[in-house]
């Protein structure tokens, strides 16, 4: 988002500068103010002449004069700056807002483009029992099951595909592949003798098409 008249986009460092302008712009009013104070505390608009209309003796005309003069033209860039900062921050905020967006929407977009490529699932994982072969490995419940050995969406017609491909594998790393929170995990299961009932120690039943 560039500036108008071309120019490049607001910064948070131009931002900070434009504070300590204004800082330094308000150290000068403080230090006019203290020059006014001591000159015996004439301020902005105490009369300069005595009773006579005589201007006074007892105080720094020319100082007095230049330091309310400085203090108008500080005032005045002070306010002119407080403008310019409160601007800034709103471009920044803006093009804050407008990044969150963009990444928003990027993250949408990778997501939708994650989920249409993803490959069709054939069975879930119910239940894991705990120690056993498949908890292990680092099989979850709810996990879908897109390849199980040889076993996909293709061939496999009921359980006992995979419990086939199980009895066949005692022993030996079968490589599952299983859609977790949106996204493909390749788990490398292998069915083996443990403590529990059965090769593998989790529960699986077919989806619904």
């Known amino acids: 988002m560039a500036e108008p008249g071309g120019g490049r986009p607001v910064t948070v460092s131009d931002v900070q500068q434009l504070v300590r302008r204004k800082d330094e712009i308000e150290a000068q009013i403080k230090a006019c103010y203290e020059l006014l104070e001591g000159q015996k505390g004439v301020g902005m608009h105490e009369p300069l002449v005595d009773a006579e209309g005589f201007p006074r003796a007892d105080i720094d005309l020319y100082q007095v004069r230049t330091a309310r003069h400085n203090i108008i033209c500080l005032q ?44 069709q699932a054939f069975a879930r994982v119910n239940a894991v029992s705990p120690g056993s072969p498949a908890s292990v490995s680092g099989l979850q419940v709810d996990d879908e099951i897109v390849e199980f050995g040889s076993v996909n969406v293709n061939n496999f017609q009921n359980l006992q595909n995979i419990a086939t491909v199980v009895q066949h594998s005692e022993g030996r790393p079968l490589s599952v592949t299983v859609i977790r929170g949106g996204r493909r995990v390749h788990v490398g299961l292998t069915p083996k003798r443990w403590a529990g009932k059965g090769l593998l120690g989790c529960n699986i039943i077919p989806l619904q098409r």
Do not use: G
């Open 76 to 119: 005045n860039d002070h306010k002119a700056l407080m403008k310019q900062v409160e601007e800034a921050l709103h471009k920044l905020h803006a093009r804050e807002k407008e990044k969150h967006a963009k990444d928003e929407a990027e993250a949408l977009a990778e997501a939708m483009s994650q989920s249409q490529s993803l490959p």
